[in-house]
């Protein structure tokens, strides 16, 4: 089993930034992609940005040139910043890892971390 822990969401103003981070812990061979969704009420998650374990990255339009991600491959986490933060990007974030276990691999997602970005 996998487990992935977030840390570092809160309430912050406009204009301001937060850093999310993310710890994977558990029988983990590999981790393939790891990254950030978020999701707005009644609404599908939606990628916000992904970083694969050969330095590919994935970001959604709306947060380019705000949101930079990282990541520890020997500590197995990782981190989003957020600058430039906006009302719109107040929702629930998720942690997202792809893990080799054994030879099969598997999704797994952290618990949601709320960001709320104030006016």
């Known amino acids: 089993q996998v487990q992935l822990v977030e840390s570092g969401g809160g309430l912050v103003q406009a204009g301001g930034s937060l850093t999310l981070s993310c710890a994977a812990s558990g029988s983990i061979f590999s981790i393939n992609d790891m990254g950030w969704y978020r999701q707005y009420p009644g609404k599908q998650r939606e990628l916000v940005s992904t970083l694969s374990s050969d330095g590919m990255i994935n970001n959604a339009d709306s947060v380019k040139g705000r949101f930079t991600i990282s990541r520890d491959n020997v500590k197995n986490t990782v981190s989003l910043q957020m600058n430039s933060l906006e009302p719109e990007d107040t929702a629930v974030y998720y942690c997202?890892?792809?893990?080799?276990?054994?030879?099969?691999?598997?999704?797994?997602w952290g618990q949601g971390t709320q960001v709320t970005v104030s006016s």
């Open positions: 997202w890892a792809v893990v080799t276990i054994r030879t099969r691999t598997y999704q797994y």
